[in-house]
């Protein structure tokens, strides 16, 4: 039996915090191998085109290119599976999101909330698992 090779994922969010924390989480998984994080939209999309990530973990809002302008040019360009975890979660971004090729949208809690994020690990283990049977 041959064991299956870890889910690579890039993680792109402006927040250190946030960063850190999905990070960890992802990496509690023996299934995952985070292979690098992007702290703006233009040095995600050169990542993404340079490593090839199996998964992209995408916050909406940031600097330099927000998310919806980076998801349009990855999906044109190079589709690859992109889990938005933002803590824009109207159901307005969810559905643009979702529209230019997301395949799931986590709602992480406002800055003032920020640790709460650690309460989204099961599901996020769970979500970044089922990118293999995309």
């Known amino acids: ?3 299956q090779p870890r889910i690579r994922v890039l993680v792109i969010d402006d927040s ?10 992802l990496e509690t998984s023996p299934l995952v191998r985070v292979i690098d ?3 703006d939209g233009e040095d995600a999309l050169r990542k993404t085109f340079e490593l090839k ?7 909406l809002e940031m600097p330099r290119m927000d998310g919806f302008t980076f998801l349009r040019l990855v999906m044109s360009r190079q589709p690859t599976p ?5 803590g824009r979660s ?3 971004e969810l559905f643009k999101a979702l529209d230019l ?4 949208f986590i709602a992480k ?8 994020l650690e309460s989204i690990q099961a599901e996020l283990i769970r979500k970044v698992h089922a990118i293999r049977e995309l």
């Open 1 to 3: 039996m041959t064991e």
């Open 90 to 92: 109207g159901e307005q």
């Open 37 to 39: 994080v992007a702290r």
């Open 53 to 59: 990530p199996d998964l992209i973990t995408l916050d």
């Open 109 to 116: 809690p406002t800055a003032r909330a920020t640790p709460e």
């Open 101 to 104: 090729g997301a395949v799931d």
């Open 82 to 86: 992109v889990m938005v975890i933002s």
């Open 16 to 25: 250190a915090f946030s960063r850190r924390t999905i990070i960890r989480m």
